[in-house]
């Protein structure tokens, strides 16, 4: 079913805030209000013990705010560094590996057959093996942050979900009530955001960036949690800074298995 992928989508947050410091601890898995039980393909999956994304070299562009132009020229060879660092994982992970197909749009227009979901700045199409990127004034005004490469990691971290056999695991899983499915939902969103943390930490060495462009984003994401939306569907800010911080960290996927943490930690 198509429908469930409108939800996979990142929303922009837009304001920082330094107040809303803090990071949730890993709880065991038996606090999970709704275990996801043997599913092998999420919780055991080979990503986790490939080890560390090969630490690369990834330099960002200069972006001019405001610019389309100069944001798809930032994109373009971001995205040829997320095929050759994923694609080197997947191998020493042993899964096949295909890139995925990469569209621009400059206003929200139907894209993979389907409406643009509300306040989505990029999508991931799992049957079309596609991210779709909504570069509008939005997210090119802030482009010079860190932001513009965390929803494009982002997306493609849905990517390796879909090549990884994770997103059919997902896609089969069965719940109960709309509030076990948005769990469900959530611990996906949040592996894409670890992903996307582990290929910034991957190629971190190589960006003219300070740690103070790094907690910009932290905070930026904090405040684009689930706090801000009616829907349930990609965790609390703090959730959201926390497995991407995580994925930062490991600079690998090893961290990312959110199939087995705690609710707490996903919620
Ligand atoms: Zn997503």
Redesign the pocket.
Known sequence: MITRKLS???FAGLLASPFLAGTAHAAPASLAAYPIGNTAALTKSPLYTSGGLPRSSCPERAVTPGSVASAKSYVTPLFTCLNESWAAQLKKARIPFSKPRLQFISRPQRACGQKWPTHAQGI?CPSYRRIVVLLDKHLTRQAEDLFLMDVIA??YG?HVQNISGIERGFDRLRHRSKTEYDEQLRRL?LQ??CFAGAFIGSVWDSLDRTADDWDFLLDATRESGDENNKVRD?GKGRNIANWLSRGYKAAGPAACNTWVAGSAMVA
């Open positions: 996979i989508a990142l991931y982002h997306e849905h969103e894409a955001e990609h």
